[in-house]
C-alpha cells in the first residue's frame, strides 16, 4: 500500500508561513488525489485543501477558510505533495494529515475519496 509521512508542522507565530510536505513511497498511482485535513482540539476533522492530477491536467481545490492564504502543490513525479501555508491565524492550529487515493469523481472534499492516510503533523499557531 502507499505509506504517506507529513512533515514540517512545529510552532509558528501569527502572520507566519509554514511548508507542510506529504511524502509518499510504496505503490504509486498514475491517476492520484492527495488531500490535506486538519483537526483542531475539540473538532471534527476538516478539509483543508486538495489536489487531483491526471493525463497531464491538475486540478487544485481549498476551503473557504483557507482560500488565499494556503497553496497546495505537488513534485514533478507526484511523490511529495506540499502545502504552503501563509498569514497563519491561531485558528489554524491542528493536526494536519494528507491522504491519498486514487482519482475519482468523488469531491476532494470528502474523506470518502481518499485510501491512505498519514499519522499528521501538529501545527500550533501562537504568540
Known amino acids: 500500500q502507499v505509506q504517506l509521512v507529513e512533515s514540517g508542522g512545529r510552532l509558528v507565530q501569527p502572520g507566519g508561513s509554514l511548508r507542510l510536505s506529504c511524502a509518499a513511497s510504496?505503490?504509486?498511482?498514475?491517476?492520484?488525489?492527495v488531500g490535506w485535513f486538519r483537526q483542531a482540539p475539540a473538532k471534527a476533522r476538516e478539509f483543508v485543501a486538495g489536489?487531483?492530477?491526471?493525463?497531464?491536467?491538475?486540478?487544485?481545490d481549498y476551503a473557504d477558510s483557507v482560500k488565499g492564504r494556503f497553496t497546495i502543490s505537488k513534485s514533478d513525479t507526484g511523490n511529495t505533495v506540499y502545502l504552503q501555508m501563509d498569514n497563519l491565524e491561531i485558528e489554524d492550529t491542528a493536526v494536519y494529515y494528507c491522504a491519498s487515493g486514487l482519482i475519482s469523481t468523488m469531491s476532494m472534499r470528502t474523506s470518502r475519496a481518499y485510501s491512505y492516510w498519514g499519522q499528521g503533523t501538529q501545527v500550533t499557531v501562537s504568540s
Open positions: 510504496g505503490r504509486t498511482f498514475r491517476m492520484q488525489t
Open positions: 489536489i487531483r492530477w491526471h493525463t497531464g491536467s491538475v486540478s487544485t
